[in-house]
């Protein structure tokens, strides 16, 4: 019996728990539990990529199922077992106090007993009846818990095909605005292209058209000079002759250059001018059209943003900004500010666009001679910690200098800490909306300057940056006469030295807009700014190795200038 018990056990031991049959092939997930590979290959979540264990709910990833040997060949013992081994002769029960056959069951206490059991103090006074009758009450109780058992299975089947039906309409739904917003956009795209080039074909006509017109004018004015031309040297030449030849003739003549008239035909025709003015007007109305179009839809789309974004929970967030950082599209310096800030903005022309309130040197030279006052290095950043390179980026921050965060200049949507030395990008932003009345605040883009400026001499700092996917920023210099509001263009021509640092990139932000690559991505970076020198120096803070270098002429004050790309992003300065 006990040899029976012992298989028994062990056959429990090698039961799947999803089939609830002896393991075939069995594999272990990453929590530990083991199942046939068959039944946990079939039961992934949703991903390819992610299998969810029946018994403990951990989400596992599938490439983590091993088989597991030593539970193979347990198996194959086990099968391997003499079934006459596995089911030895059974043995009647008997009471283990009194060694007679069990006959009765104990309703009071669930036992089963024997006569000498029923007679016992223990239990004289309860009820008792005979093992056959008890079982077959308790056949019945059992089935009942099994019927009931099942209706359970049925109605949570039921509902498990009714959330699935739920989930496959609403992901149809979702695919069905995929298709619409696609439709939608490519028609309105298609009509545009269609207005457009029926109004180029309508220009280039009318330009087409009044050429003809200009030509036939001129043709016609050239004739009449000709003939005037003509008129005129003809009387210069009786001028010249003799009087009696002078005289013959000489009133029709003079008739004749008296009655001259220059016939002067209209240089355009009046339908074609209508023609343009109707065409000037249409252009007009158009893009007057648009541009409210433009505007509307804009505004609409900054509020509908700004609402799905503060609906979303920390869990939908995450996986919001993690959605868009693996699908980034191209950006230039000058772009739109948004939760998604770097990722989601459009590429826009390099144009120059300068402050009113910039110094002579950036408004009255030419770019070509601006950038004769520009130039810069990219420096080697794999220094040896004992080169001199590296011995001087430890004397730069010897020399650190205390520097602030100027709250008054900041975006609303970005956090100060109290002590001035930490600024956060909101993760859900509250103001994007809310342009400040203050003119000295940044916006759309949430930028903040540091203090003290620099004037003259030297000054050294460091800023630390973190943030989900590592955060976001654009770190550096700016000079104090920087425009903060509408559209910004960061390079230095229009008085920005920076750094742009996101995920695993960092890039100096050049001339017209331009970004150089750089073979490092710094955690900490220490920004060091010789003012007579003309110089922007940054170098990596952990490893003491210059990144970059640019080489300049200060058109007066400059202050520490700090841009948050992205929500959650945070910079730490030090000292």
């Known amino acids: 019996m006990a040899g029976q ?112 059991c029923c007679g016992s103090k223990d239990h004289k006074f309860h009820n008792t009846i005979l093992l056959e009758e008890a079982a077959q009450s308790f056949q019945g109780q059992i089935q009942s818990q099994v019927e009931a058992l099942l209706q359970k299975e049925r109605a949570i089947v039921q509902m498990k095909l009714q959330g699935d039906q739920r989930i496959t309409t609403l992901m149809a739904q979702v695919e069905q605005e995929k298709q619409k917003i696609s439709t939608v956009f490519e028609q309105l795209l298609q009509a545009l292209k269609e207005e457009k080039n029926f109004l180029l074909s309508r220009i280039n006509w009318l330009d087409q058209e009044l050429t003809k017109d200009r030509n036939s004018y001129l043709a016609s004015a050239e004739a009449q000079l000709q003939s005037l031309r003509k008129l005129k040297d003809s009387l210069k030449a009786r ?13 029709p003549v003079l008739s004749r250059s008296a009655g001259f008239r220059f016939l002067s035909p209209p240089p355009v025709s009046a339908d074609l001018e209508k023609k343009l003015n109707e065409t000037k007007l249409r252009h007009e109305s158009l893009i007057e059209s648009l541009k409210k179009f433009q505007d509307k839809c804009q505004a609409d789309g900054k509020k509908d943003k700004s609402r799905f974004l503060k609906g979303l929970d920390k869990h939908y967030i995450k996986s919001w900004y993690l959605l868009e950082k693996s699908n980034p599209t191209p950006m230039e ?17 390099p144009k120059l666009k300068l402050s009113p309130s910039l110094p002579n040197l950036f408004r009255s030279r030419s770019r070509a001679s601006i950038a004769s006052f520009v130039f810069y290095s990219n420096e080697d950043s794999s220094e040896d910690p004992g ?17 602030t965060l100027d709250a008054a200049s900041a975006h609303p949507d970005l956090i100060i800490s109290q002590d001035l030395k930490t600024v956060t990008l909101d993760p859900v932003p509250q103001s994007r909306c809310a342009e400040p009345t203050d003119p000295a605040r940044f916006h759309p883009f949430r930028c903040v300057l540091g203090l003290p400026g620099l004037s003259s001499g030297c000054q ?116």
């Open 460 to 575: 050294t700092w460091e800023a630390e940056l973190e943030g989900p996917e590592g955060g976001g920023c654009l770190v550096g210099v700016a000079s104090e006469l920087v425009t903060r509001r509408g559209p910004l263009m960061i390079e230095p021509l229009t008085g920005f030295w920076v750094l742009r640092i996101v995920g695993f990139d960092c890039q100096a932000l050049t001339e017209g807009g331009t970004r150089e690559e750089l073979s490092v991505r710094p955690r900490k970076v220490g920004i060091h700014v010789n003012h007579e020198g003309g110089e922007v120096v940054f170098y990596d803070s952990i490893t003491s190795s210059r990144i970059y270098t640019f080489h300049t002429s200060f058109p007066g004050q400059v202050l520490p200038f700090f841009r948050l790309l992205f929500p959650g992003t945070q910079i730490t300065l030090s000292p």
């Open 387 to 403: 080169s001199p390179g590296a011995a001087w980026t430890e004397e730069l921050k010897a020399a650190l200098t205390p520097v």
């Open 5 to 116: 018990q012992f298989t028994n056990k062990l056959q429990e031991e090698v039961i799947c728990p999803i089939c609830m049959d002896i393991l075939q092939d069995p594999a272990t997930i990453d929590c530990g539990h083991s199942f046939c590979l068959q039944c946990i290959m079939r039961s992934r979540e949703g991903l390819d990529s992610v299998i969810k264990c029946p018994l403990c709910n951990k989400i596992v990833k599938r490439d983590t199922i091993r088989p597991n040997w030593l539970l193979v060949n347990l198996v194959e013992k086990i099968q391997a077992m003499d079934p006459s081994e596995e089911q030895p002769e059974v043995k009647e029960l008997k009471c283990p106090k009194h060694g007679e056959r069990f006959h009765y069951f104990c309703e009071s206490d669930g036992k089963v007993l024997c006569v000498a």
């Open 333 to 349: 310096t000058l772009e739109p500010e948004s939760p998604s800030d770097d990722r989601n903005a459009k590429p826009l022309p």
């Open 239 to 251: 001028q010249l002759l003799p009087p009696r030849e002078m005289l013959q003739d000489i009133k």
